[in-house]
């Protein structure tokens, strides 16, 4: 019985969102992503790798712009990351230098690189974004979509 009651609780609560319609954009909008991604092989601390990338692009279009790349790192108190990028059939390259991470309420460390707005570099759909922390084998990567 609790459970129905959860579960008639919950469906009231995302019924109205599920049904709103979508507001189609004109064809000149831009879209503006934010992906995020945790990712790591091991379960020691400091193996949570974040990475952020802020992308826009022309509906119909196959570029996407870069703002901004933003790089977080759980369970450590200092690190240095830098941001690669490997654009479809092609090898990685530097996209930002080495910078030292700040560390944020004693719990993690970040970074990024750029700003707001339309003044990074611009890719193909499907390059690939990583951020890669020094010392640390993994790295947390997004696909610009």
């Known amino acids: 019985m609790q459970r129905m009651v959860i579960s008639a609780a919950l469906a009231a609560v ?9 507001a ?3 064809p000149e909008a831009r879209a503006y992503v934010n992906k995020r991604v945790r990712d790591c092989a091991g379960k020691g601390p400091g193996c ?10 022309k509906r119909g279009s196959s570029a996407r712009g870069v703002g901004w790349v933003y790089a977080s ?4 108190r200092a690190g240095t ?3 690669l990028f490997k654009k479809p059939g092609d090898t990685w390259k530097t996209g930002g230098v080495w910078k ?6 004693g719990t993690f ?5 750029g700003r707001d707005g339309h003044t990074g ?3 193909p759909r499907g390059t690939q974004v990583c951020v890669q922390f020094k010392g640390l084998p993994t790295m947390a990567c997004v696909s610009l979509k």
Do not use: K
């Open 48 to 57: 949570r790798p974040g990475a952020v990338a802020h992308y826009w692009y």
């Open 73 to 76: 790192r759980e369970g450590v």
């Open 100 to 105: 030292r991470a700040g560390r944020v309420g």
């Open 109 to 113: 460390v970040e970074t990024s690189w």
């Open 14 to 22: 995302l019924a109205p969102s599920a049904a709103a319609p979508a």
């Open 24 to 26: 189609s954009a004109p």
């Open 121 to 123: 570099p611009v890719y």
């Open 81 to 83: 990351a830098r941001w």
